[in-house]
């Protein structure tokens, strides 16, 4: 089954055909942590469900060139070839996305809401921020690691794909940084758009 | 005293990088692709093209579909080449290819039914250039120029990257170089406005060089938006260029330029003036366009102009010798598209250059780019390699009577 063009205005259909089901066979290592659908329970760690397939590509080509360094992930990156990254991205797109059980605080929540539009991250993440692309799913993504991948784009210290997140979270206090986290956290993630 | 000298620069540096103009209705700073969007805009569904993560497999790869000349045939020459750039030659027949957001350079060694492609480096910061002189490659990222010395002979295990000059702004909005030696032996590069539209600091929006022992850094020409493609005349050995003009002032204004930069210090207009003739809204109040160098071409609004090579070869027809070809990597602020294209330039002496469509076809039936042509290079016959970033290909056109 291919995954068709995207078909938000100007988006791109995926450069090769990728192969959802070999995707499954494929990420059955990645279950561990992430779940078998993506949705993971971790504490820190992402859910994958529901990525825009270019977005879950891009971050194992980082991982395995080593530009996105985690001890934990880059064991299973390293010998991923183009092919696999396609396969896991396809299948991890196609999952269901279940927002996360995170605790927010709801006067975080409140105070988060208008960021998300004064910062811009509508703009490439979309209005529901559920990305598209390159862009990741923020809502309903767990909260810790929402606050990890914040802290770590305002600090210079994440891997950015082109400097885009770097300079978008240059300007945020850390209170705007858990304000953000809390308000993505408590949204209901619905998939990109086919 | 010449390092705390550019411990100071480079800290300049990265404080006018923060202190350069924006209009002023901006709160936060949108995403790069959207600053300067004017209010009537905000709900354009125009945003970059995204950039596939990986290169498009052989079968996929519509060759036939690349419209030529008479006479003239493209064929896929390498493949898998994720985000395949600008490409320079070593001195024993190595090609070696830069790539953008990808991060790799590679080094691809013509087996003659074939070509073997290896990735050299990984996990650059944008390493769109590249070039090579006396055993030496050097690349050039957004915040530094690198060298391996003695690289043909170790393709397999390359040497160490060492700097060559890294007193550079680390802005990544149009910070990726394109990469050149000029006829001076210089390293000829571009640092691109941090912006689509603002005044950029004195230190940005120009064409630099320096020599390849990294010293002696000057500013070539001033008031370049960005440039990511240049070369000199075979004869005259003079600089011409092509420019990306702003996003976001509408459909068919500005124009992009092909540029002559025969002399140091000419401003060619930006932020003031656009394509030679229209002053920015915000930034032309005061300014008049014929303080400016004015354009050589308008090479059209939003082509996106990258690889410009003279020809010199013999292979194709005679009144090929001397033009240059232009590489369009083709619109995206611009809702039918623009580019996607190569085109040739004749420059005939007390004329205007003649400019024509040389490849086309880059363009589905729904008119979504399949490939996206960014830069050439000439063969040892005569024939021209064309990269393609969006497939991750090199396609090699030739002629025959």
């Known amino acids: 089954m291919l995954l068709g063009a995207l078909l938000a205005t100007g988006s791109a259909a995926v450069a090769s055909a990728a192969d959802p089901e070999a995707g499954r066979r494929k990420a059955a290592p990645c279950a561990a942590c992430h779940g078998p659908d993506g949705n993971a329970t971790i504490p820190g760690t992402p859910s994958l469900a529901g990525q825009p397939a270019y977005f879950t590509h891009w971050q194992l080509l980082k991982y395995r060139d080593g530009r996105r360094q985690d001890a934990q992930m880059a064991p299973f990156a390293v010998n991923l070839t183009d092919e696999d990254m396609g396969d896991l991205a396809a299948f991890y797109a196609a999952q269901a996305p279940r927002q996360r059980a995170s605790v927010v605080d709801t006067a ?32 309903g993504q767990d909260l810790a690691y929402l606050q990890k991948l914040l802290r770590g784009f305002r600090d210079g210290t994440a891997s950015d794909l082109d400097g885009t997140m770097t300079m978008a979270a240059r300007p ?13 956290a408590s949204l209901t993630p619905t998939p990109p758009p086919r | 005293m010449r390092r705390n000298v550019a411990i100071v620069l480079t800290a300049l540096l990265l404080g006018a990088s923060a202190l350069w103009l924006m209009p002023a209705s901006a709160q936060q700073a949108p995403p790069a692709w959207k600053q300067g969007q004017p209010a009537d805009l905000a709900n354009s569904p125009l945003a970059p093209v995204p950039q596939p993560p ?19 045939k493209a064929s896929l020459w390498a493949s898998g080449v994720n985000n395949a750039r600008a490409m320079t030659w070593g001195d024993k027949g190595t090609l070696f290819v830069s790539s953008r957001v990808v991060g790799n350079v590679y080094a691809i060694v013509d ?22 002189r006396n055993g030496t490659l050097y690349i050039a990222e957004i915040h530094r120029i690198t060298k391996m ?39 000829y590069f571009n640092i691109g406005a941090p912006c689509n539209i603002c005044i950029p600091p004195d230190t940005h929006a120009n064409i ?12 070539w020409a001033f008031g370049v938006r960005n440039s990511v493609g240049f070369d000199w005349h075979p004869v005259t050995k003079e600089l011409y260029f092509a420019t990306h003009a702003r996003d976001w002032m509408g459909e068919d204004v500005p124009s992009d330029r092909f540029d002559h930069a025969p002399t140091k210090g000419l401003h060619f207009g930006f932020p003031y003036c656009h394509q030679g003739d229209i002053l920015d809204p915000e930034f032309g109040k005061g300014h008049s366009c014929g303080e400016f160098a004015a354009p050589l071409i308008k090479t059209g609004p939003h082509v996106a102009g990258n690889g410009v090579m003279f020809y010199t070869g013999s292979m194709f027809p005679a009144e090929y010798k001397n033009r240059a070809f232009l590489a369009q990597r083709g619109s995206w602020n611009r809702t039918q598209k623009s580019g996607y294209k190569v085109m040739m330039v004749t420059l005939r ?51 025959q009577k």
Not at chain 1, 172 to 184: F, K, Q, R, S, W
């Open chain 1, 108 to 139: 975080r929540v409140t105070a988060g809401e208008p960021l998300a539009k004064q910062h811009h991250c509508t703009s490439c993440h979309t209005p529901a921020l559920t990305g598209q692309n390159q862009v990741p799913l923020l809502a």
């Open chain 1, 172 to 184: 945020l206090t850390p209170e705007d940084v858990e304000n953000l986290a809390h308000y993505l």
């Open chain 2, 54 to 72: 990986a290169p498009k497999a052989p079968g996929e790869i519509p060759v036939d579909k690349i419209k030529l000349p008479a006479g003239f």
């Open chain 2, 111 to 132: 087996k003659g039914n074939m070509r073997e492609v290896k990735t050299i480096a990984k996990g650059l910061n944008q390493p769109n250039g590249v070039a090579f």
């Open chain 2, 149 to 187: 010395e003695g690289i043909e002979d170790k393709l397999d295990s390359p040497p160490a990257m060492t700097v060559v000059y890294d007193t550079l702004p680390k802005d990544a909005p149009h910070g990726w170089k394109y990469l050149a030696f000029g006829p001076d032996g210089k390293l």
């Open chain 2, 208 to 219: 630099s060089r320096v020599n390849p022992d990294g010293t002696g850094f000057e500013y």
């Open chain 2, 349 to 399: 002496s007390g004329d205007v250059p003649k400019y024509e469509t040389f490849a086309e076809g880059f363009l589905d039936g729904g008119g979504q780019p399949w490939g996206r042509p960014v830069y050439t290079t000439q063969m040892k016959d005569g024939s021209i390699l064309l990269a393609d970033d969006y497939a991750g290909a090199i396609y090699r056109i030739t002629y």
